[in-house]
């Protein structure tokens, strides 16, 4: 009886294995099944670095954004190249949002976008760039209103500005073409000037650095781009604290606030009370940590 157990287990487990691998491949995007139980997907990996490879060409490999990748290793300088056999942690583990798993979820503290295809038990995952201070992304519903190949940009007055007092002119519009900052597709949102874009500037993905709108790899926006439907729903969120279960495991992921007005621990002990499991924080080391110099790494509570 054991044994057909173990055999049946090893089944399950091969077949969940060949689901992801296949729409991985069919996709070139990181797709994971949705977990039967618990709300964690992935899996934390270790790599090797070959000799002078960037921190940002492996998180680039990894489709992982700049801040995760370098929180994750902060033994890094991620302004020199690797040393050869350097062994870097790839933060791939990752707790899904508490909202609706529906259409398109970005989470501006995690840099980090969830696709949920429709009558599919997949999630897609791609790292984002978002917007800079005085220029957030904003937070809400909406959804995607049509889509472009090989766009125009228009930039606002209000960016035109800014570029005349740095001493920059920037034209009424960018053609499409390889000095167009919104790449080679785009999808509009109902909240005008808004979209999620491309990008001629690979170093921006996982970090604040657009005008409020969401950038992506070029290979990633191309393959939602190609995928998903105009109506999809887009919800924004800024969620810096995420609880989650892993079997029969609580797990928590704390990312660095994007506002310093916001108290980490109170949202935490907040989030900890509506699950009805507070541990004492004072005796709680991990937790603290966490706290002072968040990881964006899962933590057992």
Known sequence: MDLLKTSSMKQKISLSIFVLIFYASITG????VLPNTGNV???????????????????KRFDVGYYEITRANPHVNPRQSLVANSRLLIPSQYILPDVPRKGIVINLAEYRLYFFPENENVVITFPVGIGRKGWSTPLGVTKIVSKEANPKWRPTEKLRSEAERNGDFLPDEFPSGPYNPLGQHALRLGWPTFLIHGTNNLEGIGTRVSAGCIRM??????????????????????DPIKIGRMNDTWVMQILPPLSKKMNLKLTLEKKLNAYHSFPNLKNNRKILNELTAPSGLLTTI
């Open 41 to 59: 997907i992935g899996e934390v990996q270790y790599v090797t670095a070959e000799a002078n490879e960037s921190i940002d060409e492996i998180g």
């Open 29 to 32: 995007a990181t797709t994971f």
């Open 217 to 238: 790899f070029p290979e990633d926006i191309e393959y939602l781009f190609r995928t998903v439907p105009t109506g999809t729903p887009v919800r924004v969120i800024n």
